[in-house]
C-alpha cells in the first residue's frame, strides 16, 4: 500500500532540509549507527501523533546556528511536509495533494495542517469549486491514517500500548460481525476472540515455533484491563511480557499485521531496527514477510542494517542510504541504485561478510533439510513389516491401532499390502500365501528389517503355522494363547498367530486347531459382532461361534463406528508384536 509519495522535512533533528522521493510499499533506511535512520521514522511519527514537541531537543542544531548569527533573519521552526496518494475511494479528494505541518520555536503546532489545493488550483490540477467539500473530507482522510511508531527498544510500555490497540481491533471486528456492543455480549466472548485471532496464533507459531493464545479477562469489572497473550513453554503458559526479546520482538510485527488487516484506519508503520535480539534465521524470515506479505496491507517504513532488509530485491521495495558529508552534521537522504550500493556496503562494513553468510546459511539449511529427508526415508526403511491374512484385517488393526495408541500404524509400521484384481477378488492374500511367502521365498528376501507373518487363530492359521516347523523354530512353549515361531537361520523373520484375549480363551485350543475359531473380527467384544455374523460349530453349545459373511464390509462398518467400539481385545497382539520387535 501506498499512501505517503513524498516526504520534505525542514529543521527536525539532524534532518536540516531533506526530500524523499520514490517511496514505496515497504522504504528502508540503512546506514551506520548514530547517523539519523531513525529520524526519519520519528520525523513521521511527529506528524501524525504529535500536536506539540519539545522544540529544543527537536530543532536542528545547525539551522540555530545560522538564526542566531546576525546575518541571517528567520522564524525558528520546523517543518514536515508528505505528499499524499489518493487511495482511491475518496473522490472528492485530488489524485495527490500536499499536506504541511510547522511547529513555532514554543514547540506547538501552528493552525493544524495546510493542504496545497489552492496551488493545484493554480496548475489547473484540481477544480475550484471542489474546493470546499475536498477540504472537509480531507479531515475526515486524515483521521482514518493511525501511523505506529515501533521504537528500537521494545520496553513495557510499548507492550501495553501495542496490545490495547490490538484489544480495539478485536472489539471493533466483533462489533462488525454482530452489529451490537461489546458490552452487550460478554458472555462468550473468548470462545470469539480464539475465533478471530486463529491466524495470528498460526502465523506466530509457524514463524516461531511456540504455541501462543489470547485470553480476556471474564470479569465485567476487569472489562479494560490490559489483553493478556500467553505462550505456551513445555507445559506451562507464560505471559508474553516475561518472555525473552527475541520472542516478544517476533510478536509484534504479526500482532501489527493483525490489526492493519482488520482495522477500520488507513495503517502506517515506522520500524526501527526490526532485527533487534533476532537470530540469523529468523531476521531472514521477518524481512520477507514485511516485503511479500505486511506491506500489501500496510505502508512500512523501517530503520535498519540487517543485511536481510538491505538486500531485499522486490519491486514494491524502496532503499535509502542515509549519510552525513564530511564535517557536517546534517543527515542525507539518497535513493540506493547501482551507482551508489557500493558505498552503503562500504560504510557499514559488513555486507560482503553477510552475503558470505547467507550464502553458507542457505546451504546449511539445504543439508539440514537433506539431512532431515534423509533420517525420515531412513526411519522409513527400517520400520518392521506386518503380513496380514487379508484386506480386512489390515483395516481392523490399522482402526485399532489410532483408537489404542492415538497415531496410525503405519507411522510405526510397513503393511503388507492386498491387491484386488479385475475380477474382485484378492490377490496374494489368506493364511495360504503367508505360509508359502515365509517358507519358500523369504530367504530370497534381502532384508535386514523384521518382518512378522501374522495367522489367525483358527484351524486354517494354525494348520499353516505349524506347517512352518521345518524352517522354523517354536518359541511359545510358555503361553497357550499364541503360537510364536523364528526362522532358523534368518532370525528377523517371525512367524504369530493373534493373541487371544481374555473374553475369547474358549475359541482357542493349542494343541487341536479342530477347535480353534479365532479370527482378527472375534478380537471385538460380543456386542461388535451382529448375530447373521455369528456360525456356531454345533447346535448345542452357542459359547463359541465363527465369524461368517463379507469381512471387508464388516471392517468397513467397524471403521464408520469405531468412536462407540471397545479395540482393548487387540492390545495383546500388539503387545507381542512390540516384544518381538525390542528383542535382540
Request: aromatic share 12%; net charge positive; proline share 3%.
Amino acid at each position: 500500500m501506498i499512501i505517503i509519495s513524498k516526504i520534505d522535512i525542514e529543521y527536525y533533528r539532524s534532518l536540516k532540509k531533506v526530500t524523499i522521493r520514490n517511496i514505496n510499499h515497504l522504504n528502508i533506511f540503512s546506514g551506520k549507527n548514530d547517523i539519523g535512520k531513525s529520524n526519519v521514522l520519528k520525523a513521521l511519527d511527529t506528524f501524525f501523533n504529535k500536536a506539540q514537541v519539545s522544540f529544543i531537543d527537536d530543532y536542528n542544531k545547525d539551522r540555530l546556528s545560522e538564526v542566531r548569527k546576525d546575518s541571517i533573519k528567520g522564524k525558528q521552526f520546523i517543518k514536515i511536509t508528505l505528499e499524499i496518494k489518493n487511495p482511491g475511494n475518496y473522490k472528492t479528494l485530488p489524485e495527490t495533494f500536499s499536506i504541511t505541518k510547522t511547529w513555532d520555536r514554543e514547540g506547538n503546532l501552528i493552525n493544524g495542517y495546510k493542504d496545497n489545493f489552492d496551488t493545484l488550483i493554480k496548475q489547473k490540477k484540481f477544480a475550484s469549486d471542489k474546493v470546499k467539500i475536498a477540504r472537509r473530507t480531507l479531515t475526515q482522510f486524515l483521521n482514518k491514517i493511525r501511523f505506529t511508531y515501533v521504537p528500537a527498544i521494545r520496553d513495557e510500555h510499548f507492550f501495553s500500548y501495542l496490545l490495547n490497540k490490538l484489544q480495539e481491533t478485536i472489539f471493533e471486528v466483533e462489533e462488525r460481525k454482530r452489529s451490537q456492543t461489546f458490552q452487550k455480549n460478554i458472555k462468550g466472548f473468548n470462545e470469539t476472540i480464539r475465533d478471530l485471532t486463529t491466524a495470528l496464533n498460526s502465523e506466530f507459531e509457524n514463524v516461531s515455533g511456540i504455541t501462543s493464545s489470547l485470553s480476556f479477562p471474564n470479569n465485567i469489572s476487569e472489562i479494560f484491563q490490559r489483553l493478556i497473550i500467553d505462550t505456551q513453554s513445555g507445559e506451562h503458559n507464560i505471559p508474553l511480557r516475561l518472555r525473552g526479546d527475541g520472542i516478544r520482538l517476533r510478536y509484534i510485527p504479526t500482532i501489527l499485521n493483525y490489526i492493519s488487516v482488520n482495522s477500520k484506519y488507513i495503517e502506517i508503520w515506522g520500524f526501527d531496527e526490526p532485527e533487534n535480539s533476532c537470530e540469523y534465521s529468523l531476521s531472514q524470515k521477518i524481512a520477507e514477510q514485511f516485503a511479500l506479505e505486511y506491506s500489501t496491507k500496510t505502508q512500512i517504513f523501517v530503520a535498519s542494517h540487517s543485511f536481510h532488509f538491505i538486500s531485499l530485491s522486490v519491486s514494491n521495495v524502496s532503499k535509502f542510504r542515509v549519510f552525513r558529508l564530511e564535517n557536517n552534521s546534517n543527515t542525507q537522504v539518497a535513493l540506493i541504485d547501482d551507482s551508489n550500493k557500493n558505498i552503503l556496503s562500504n560504510e557499514l562494513g559488513i555486507l560482503d561478510i553477510n552475503k558470505e553468510l547467507s550464502i553458507l546459511y542457505t546451504s546449511l539449511t539445504k543439508e539440514m533439510e537433506l539431512i532431515s529427508e534423509t533420517k525420515t526415508a531412513l526411519s522409513e526403511s527400517q520400520k518392521p513389516y506386518l503380513i496380514f491374512e487379508g484386506k480386512s484385517d489390515n483395516l481392523l488393526f490399522e482402526v485399532a491401532y489410532k483408537k489404542l495408541y492415538n497415531k496410525s500404524i503405519n507411522s510405526d509400521f510397513t503393511l503388507c499390502e492386498h491387491l484386488i484384481n479385475s475380477n474382485g477378488s484378492a490377490i496374494g492374500s489368506s493364511a495360504r500365501f503367508i505360509n508359502d511367502f515365509l517358507f519358500n521365498h523369504i530367504t530370497k528376501t534381502p532384508t535386514n528389517n523384521k518382518v512378522i507373518g501374522i495367522f489367525d487363530f483358527d484351524k486354517t492359521g494354525v494348520d499353516e503355522i505349524k506347517a512352518l516347523k521345518k524352517a522354523f523354530n517354536q518359541m511359545d512353549s510358555a503361553s497357550d494363547k499364541f503360537f510364536l515361531f523364528q526362522h532358523k537361520t534368518k532370525l528377523n523373520i517371525y512367524a504369530i498367530t493373534i493373541v487371544a484375549p481374555s473374553h475369547r480363551s474358549d475359541f482357542i485350543h493349542k494343541p487341536k486347531s479342530d477347535y480353534c475359531y479365532l479370527s482378527s473380527e472375534l478380537l471385538l467384544k460380543d456386542s461388535a459382532i451382529p448375530n447373521p455374523n455369528k456360525q456356531y460349530p454345533t447346535l448345542f453349545d452357542q459359547r463359541v461361534y465363527m465369524f461368517t459373511g463379507d469381512k471387508m464390509a464388516f471392517a468397513s462398518s467397524i471403521e464408520l463406528n469405531k468412536n462407540t467400539i471397545d479395540f482393548t481385545g487387540f492390545s495383546p497382539t500388539f503387545d507381542l508384536i512390540n516384544k518381538i520387535i525390542t528383542s535382540s
